[in-house]
């Protein structure tokens, strides 16, 4: 039966029940008739026009009490017929039948209040049970159950469903309930192509009725035609000044809502709006709390100076997790209009190419623009198909790129990609903030390796400089003093023996030259030992152990000559920690070590002395670290007092 029937089926149902009613009265009637008063049964009426004022209304009530009357007269002796004669009667009959009406109306009244009374009762008992899951700062998909199911069941619903508006355009299901087995579709994605609650809001942004699906097209008007729904009413969701969502109630029965079922739902879309101003300030909080923390992370391995590769992967892993990506990758650009891998992480490591990859970035791709401009960019809601290079790569629909910016330069780009949904408006801003940790780290590493460069030229310089003046003083004073001691010696043969004092004093001259000799001597191979040069690491050292003060213990693995800068830092090292042990250790012996491995010469000089060495103390220990640190190497001091000192150092033999 269609929906245009529906009332006058109802009214004629009701109608039937009241002359039953009314029947039932009569029969009683009837039987009393012989030992009452005729027009004291009249009361009796009252019995089949109260239930109908209660249940159905007044003016099912006054049918009621109208036919009632003519029932009464009709069938009820003395009367018989509807021609009353006694105006005593006629009145007795009229008053009956005003107060039938009234007290119909009255009942008729005192139920309604009655109903609204509850009404508001469950619905007060309702909207508290929201707030206080709302207080509690329970889960928003908890919130969202709970609206859904009192506002269905508030509204006499047969299902409800709450739904949010999507970047995208579309409209999803966050939370359903049903009174019947058939059940809304939650998670799934509407688009809004036809009739819909959802559409009709998002239009007018205000609650909205729809009577009837029929031949409606539409995701939504189809789900509703395959469930039965006859008519929905739905209210908008406003957060913060911005529609988010909407509430619709539907109902498979022919019965409409009433008026006010708007302002009913209204009030659960307040709360509902504030569960979720309150969950979106929580997860900015946490969202803030999560990306200082990071960049707190990513900062202190820039403090420490750590090599760039640690910075560069660090970022990659929090970016991820930060803005909620797929992947994400650290790139640099290159002077041929290509970009390189850096650093890159993933749920799934394996799909991603390794570090030092290659390519060329392509428009639109977010890489390109972003290396074109020093800018940022993004692409989303694409097909993956469609995006260019490491993008259509990894099967992405959305990517965001930023420059890395160092000295006024693109230096390369921080990117990220999600395979799922869009990235968040603010995504570009907070990448900015690791690319200028990036950029700090890098700088700091260029700097450093400039720095290192430096030192290494001018500890470069400064040992050329000794090998020249140890070379200038072997082949020039040395030689000459040398010359001198035999052309005196030679002199001392010619004197005549009666000049004995003469022959002394060119004898005690050749000794203090011989001194003079050996102490230069003594200084050339303090400026640049020859044997070094000449020999290699292991006879310089041997040299320098059997010229020590104190007993050194030596042992050298292997006779591999090195690059000449190792070989000279090596000797300058040991040189100087044994000079210094000898000066402040007051030890009693020196253990010296020398062997390759891992790439890089291993030095390790132990004393037994006091220990207690601090760099603060001279210039010594502080000349041994810019010495090693010139050439990428490493030094470690221990020296606890008493204890003696040791020294560990590492001086790479690559380039």
């Given at each position: 039966m269609?929906t245009?029937?529906?009332?006058?089926?109802?009214?004629?149902?009701r109608?039937?029940?009241?002359?039953?009613?009314?029947?039932?009265?009569?029969?009683?009637?009837?039987?009393?008739?012989p030992?009452?008063?005729?027009?004291?049964?009249l009361?009796?009426?009252l019995?089949?026009?109260?239930?109908v004022a209660?249940?159905?209304?007044?003016?099912?009530?006054?049918?009621?009490?109208?036919?009632?009357?003519s029932?009464?007269v009709l069938l009820?002796?003395?009367?018989?017929?509807l021609?009353?004669?006694?105006s005593?009667e006629a009145?007795a009959?009229?008053?009956?039948?005003v107060?039938?009406?009234?007290?119909g109306?009255l009942?008729?009244?005192?139920?309604r209040?009655?109903?609204?009374?509850?009404?508001?009762?469950?619905?007060?008992?309702?909207l508290?049970?929201?707030?206080?899951?709302?207080?509690?700062s329970?889960p928003?998909?908890?919130?969202?159950?709970?609206?859904?199911?009192?506002?269905?069941?508030?509204?006499?619903?047969?299902?409800?469903?709450?739904?949010?508006?999507?970047?995208?355009?579309?409209?999803?299901?966050?939370?359903a309930?049903?009174?019947?087995?058939?059940?809304l579709?939650?998670?799934t994605?509407?688009?809004?192509?036809?009739l819909?609650?959802?559409?009709?809001?998002?239009r007018?942004?205000?609650?909205v009725r729809?009577?009837?699906f029929?031949?409606?097209?539409?995701?939504?008007?189809?789900?509703?035609?395959?469930?039965?729904i006859r008519?929905s009413?739905?209210?908008?969701?406003?957060v913060?000044?911005?529609?988010w969502g909407?509430?619709?109630?539907?109902t498979?029965?022919?019965?409409?809502?009433?008026?006010?079922?708007?302002?009913?739902i209204?009030?659960f879309?307040e709360?509902?709006?504030?569960?979720?101003?309150?969950?979106?300030?929580?997860?900015?909080?946490?969202r803030?709390?999560?990306?200082q923390?990071?960049?707190?992370r990513?900062?202190?391995?820039?403090a420490?100076?750590?090599a760039p590769?640690?910075?560069?992967?660090?970022v990659?892993?929090?970016?991820?997790?930060?803005?909620?990506?797929d992947?994400?990758?650290?790139?640099?650009?290159?002077?041929?209009?290509?970009?390189?891998?850096?650093?890159s992480?993933?749920?799934?490591?394996?799909?991603l190419?390794p570090?030092?990859?290659?390519?060329?970035?392509?428009?639109p791709?977010?890489?390109a623009t972003?290396?074109a401009t020093?800018?940022?960019?993004?692409?989303?809601?694409?097909a993956p198909?469609?995006?260019?290079?490491?993008?259509?790569?990894?099967?992405?629909?959305?990517?965001?790129?930023?420059?890395?910016?160092?000295?006024?330069?693109?230096?390369?780009?921080?990117?990220?990609?999600?395979?799922?949904?869009?990235?968040?408006?603010?995504?570009?801003?907070r990448?900015?903030?690791?690319?200028?940790?990036?950029?700090?780290?890098?700088?700091?590493?260029?700097?450093?390796?400039?720095?290192?460069r430096?030192?290494a030229r001018?500890?470069?310089?400064?040992?050329?400089?000794r090998?020249?003046?140890?070379r200038?003083?072997?082949?020039?004073?040395?030689q000459?003093l040398?010359?001198?001691?035999?052309?005196l010696r030679g002199?001392?043969t010619?004197?005549?023996?009666?000049?004995?004092?003469v022959?002394?004093?060119?004898?005690?001259?050749?000794?203090?030259?011989?001194?003079?000799l050996?102490e230069?001597?003594e200084i050339?191979?303090?400026?640049h030992?020859?044997?070094?040069s000449?020999g290699?690491?292991?006879?310089?050292?041997?040299?320098?152990?059997?010229?020590s003060?104190i007993?050194?213990?030596?042992?050298?693995?292997?006779?591999?000559?090195?690059?000449?800068?190792?070989?000279?830092?090596?000797?300058?090292?040991i040189?100087?920690?044994?000079?210094?042990?000898?000066k402040?250790a007051?030890?009693?012996y020196?253990?010296?070590t020398?062997?390759?491995?891992?790439?890089a010469l291993h030095?390790?000089v132990r004393?037994?002395?006091a220990?207690?060495a601090?760099?603060?103390?001279?210039?010594?220990?502080?000349?041994?670290?810019?010495?090693?640190?010139?050439?990428a190497?490493?030094?470690v001091?221990?020296?606890?007092?008493?204890?003696?000192?040791?020294?560990?150092?590492?001086?790479?033999?690559g380039?």
């Amino acid at each position: 039966m269609g929906t245009t029937n529906a009332p006058v089926v109802r009214w004629t149902a009701r109608a039937l029940a009241s002359l039953a009613m009314v029947a039932v009265v009569t029969g009683g009637v009837l039987l009393l008739r012989p030992h009452v008063e005729v027009l004291n049964l009249l009361v009796l009426y009252l019995l089949a026009v109260l239930p109908v004022a209660i249940r159905w209304g007044a003016r099912l009530a006054a049918f009621t009490s109208v036919v009632s009357i003519s029932v009464f007269v009709l069938l009820v002796p003395p009367y018989g017929s509807l021609l009353v004669e006694d105006s005593r009667e006629a009145v007795a009959l009229a008053v009956f039948l005003v107060t039938a009406v009234v007290v119909g109306n009255l009942a008729g009244r005192s139920r309604r209040s009655a109903l609204e009374s509850a009404r508001l009762t469950e619905e007060q008992a309702a909207l508290r049970r929201v707030a206080t899951l709302v207080a509690e700062s329970s889960p928003q998909s908890a919130v969202f159950e709970a609206v859904t199911r009192e506002v269905g069941v508030l509204c006499g619903a047969d299902l409800a469903r709450m739904e949010r508006y999507e970047p995208d355009g579309t409209v999803a299901g966050v939370a359903a309930w049903s009174r019947v087995p058939a059940q809304l579709a939650v998670g799934t994605h509407f688009a809004l192509d036809g009739l819909s609650v959802a559409r009709e809001v998002q239009r007018a942004n205000a609650p909205v009725r729809l009577d009837s699906f029929e031949g409606a097209k539409g995701e939504i008007a189809s789900e509703a035609l395959a469930l039965g729904i006859r008519s929905s009413v739905g209210c908008p969701i406003v957060v913060a000044g911005r529609l988010w969502g909407v509430i619709a109630a539907s109902t498979r029965s022919d019965d409409p809502y009433p008026e006010d079922v708007e302002s009913q739902i209204a009030n659960f879309t307040e709360l509902v709006a504030t569960a979720i101003e309150n969950a979106e300030a929580r997860s900015e909080l946490r969202r803030v709390a999560d990306e200082q923390a990071a960049l707190r992370r990513v900062a202190t391995l820039v403090a420490q100076g750590v090599a760039p590769e640690r910075v560069f992967a660090a970022v990659a892993r929090e970016v991820v997790d930060l803005v909620g990506a797929d992947t994400a990758a650290v790139l640099r650009a290159e002077p041929d209009g290509t970009a390189t891998l850096l650093a890159s992480h993933s749920a799934r490591q394996d799909e991603l190419p390794p570090a030092g990859t290659r390519w060329t970035p392509e428009p639109p791709s977010p890489i390109a623009t972003v290396l074109a401009t020093g800018g940022s960019d993004r692409l989303d809601s694409r097909a993956p198909a469609e995006h260019p290079d490491l993008v259509r790569l990894l099967g992405v629909r959305s990517a965001v790129a930023t420059a890395i910016i160092v000295e006024g330069r693109c230096w390369g780009s921080i990117s990220v990609a999600s395979r799922h949904d869009p990235f968040l408006p603010a995504t570009e801003q907070r990448l900015s903030e690791f690319t200028d940790l990036v950029a700090t780290a890098i700088a700091n590493a260029e700097a450093r390796t400039k720095l290192t460069r430096s030192r290494a030229r001018i500890v470069a310089t400064a040992d050329e400089t000794r090998r020249r003046i140890e070379r200038d003083l072997h082949d020039g004073a040395q030689q000459r003093l040398v010359s001198l001691a035999l052309n005196l010696r030679g002199a001392e043969t010619t004197v005549p023996p009666e000049l004995e004092d003469v022959r002394e004093s060119l004898g005690q001259a050749v000794v203090d030259l011989q001194e003079v000799l050996d102490e230069l001597r003594e200084i050339s191979r303090g400026i640049h030992p020859a044997i070094l040069s000449e020999g290699g690491l292991g006879l310089a050292l041997r040299a320098l152990a059997r010229r020590s003060a104190i007993p050194v213990e030596l042992r050298v693995e292997g006779t591999t000559r090195y690059p000449q800068a190792v070989e000279v830092a090596a000797y300058y090292v040991i040189s100087e920690a044994i000079t210094n042990t000898t000066k402040h250790a007051e030890a009693s012996y020196v253990e010296v070590t020398v062997e390759e491995r891992d790439g890089a010469l291993h030095l390790r000089v132990r004393d037994d002395g006091a220990g207690g060495a601090d760099l603060r103390r001279g210039s010594g220990l502080i000349g041994l670290h810019d010495r090693v640190e010139a050439l990428a190497g490493t030094i470690v001091i221990t020296s606890a007092t008493g204890q003696g000192t040791t020294i560990e150092v590492a001086l790479p033999l690559g380039p």
